[in-house]
């Protein structure tokens, strides 16, 4: 059965994003709720992909322990069945579901790439820097840069589109103090989880984070971290520069839609059973490699 926010009923719904629906648990908790909605450039996408909420879930949580000592995160002590009294809601909502405290959210996608791919390989292309950070002449697509770059983006709304901007933008927005906080823990938080996700064949080309601030104006991360849907996911043993290699995340949707005469606007087009099928595999293989004998680290 397919979640569907409906079946909440004795919390409000706060915020329904691309793919997490947010309730509010008193003043200062959240119950956030991974759907298997999937955005592509921005759009939701009509068909869901299946156990995607939960393996997105699943995935995040596993990060978030183990990243904790490099930034605090958003997960509280709160069990699920403090705050969803009925057993049988509460078994259906268990996998995707996660108690967090409640931050004030930075108006910024913090996005580090390691990689040369996506709207950062075009934006080289064309100007011979990735949000205007000069990098060297004659790099190739998908090729590794000689240190992770911190590009930042705005946080669009659902059917808007992410803009970049440079870091200075975000210094005049946040300060400087917090600016640099952010950079820091972003850089840190990827080349900890890339050295890890290495070891287990998989390179992590790109990700982008979100942060927000407690009442004490702690900075923590916040919403996902370093899935398949907010990273690009390579197999390490078909990498290849040159091209868009294959990926263990929606890559291989984007690389669907872009086949397609379609705007990038809503509504988003219906996408083939096999491709969605392919998709959800894709997930799965990506959990399974991250997690493998990861009790023995």
């Known amino acids: 059965m397919q979640y569907d926010a409906s079946w909440i009923t004795d919390l409000p719904l706060i915020h329904q994003g691309k793919v997490r629906d947010i309730f509010a648990v008193g003043d200062d908790a959240l119950l956030i709720v991974a759907s298997d909605r999937l955005s592509a450039f921005d759009v939701v996408l009509p ?6 909420g939960e393996l997105l879930t699943r995935i995040s949580n596993f990060w978030f322990r183990r990243t904790r000592k490099l ?7 709160v069990p699920l069945q403090d705050v969803i009294e009925d057993a049988q809601l509460r078994a259906r909502l268990k996998p995707r579901a996660v108690i967090v405290k409640k931050l004030q959210a930075l108006p910024l996608e913090a996005i580090v790439r390691g990689y040369l791919i996506g709207s950062g390989w075009k934006d080289y292309r064309r100007t011979g820097a990735v949000s205007g950070i000069r990098l060297s002449a ?23 589109h992410d803009e970049n901007i440079s870091f200075e933008q975000i210094e005049a927005s946040l300060g400087t103090g917090l600016a640099a906080e952010v950079k820091a823990a972003s850089l840190a938080i990827y080349e900890f989880a890339a050295d890890y996700a290495r070891r287990r064949g998989i390179l992590i080309a790109d990700t982008k984070f979100e942060f ?86």
């Open 138 to 160: 004659g790099l190739q697509q998908a090729e590794r840069l000689a240190q992770p770059i911190f590009t930042p983006s705005t946080k669009a709304a659902v059917g808007d």
């Open 212 to 297: 927000g601030l407690d009442a004490d104006g702690r900075l923590m991360v916040m919403d996902e971290m370093l899935t398949p849907d907010s990273s690009r996911f390579w197999p390490q043993s078909s990498y290849a520069t040159g091209i868009s290699p294959p990926s263990y995340d929606k890559q291989f949707i984007r690389d669907y839609l872009e086949t397609l005469d379609w705007d990038k606007t809503p509504p988003g087009p219906r996408i083939p059973d096999a491709i969605i099928e392919a998709t959800a595999a894709k997930y799965r293989e990506a959990y399974r490699r991250l997690t493998a004998n990861s009790e023995e680290e």
């Open 47 to 52: 068909q869901p992909i299946p156990g995607k």
């Open 71 to 77: 930034c605090p995160n958003h997960l509280s002590n």
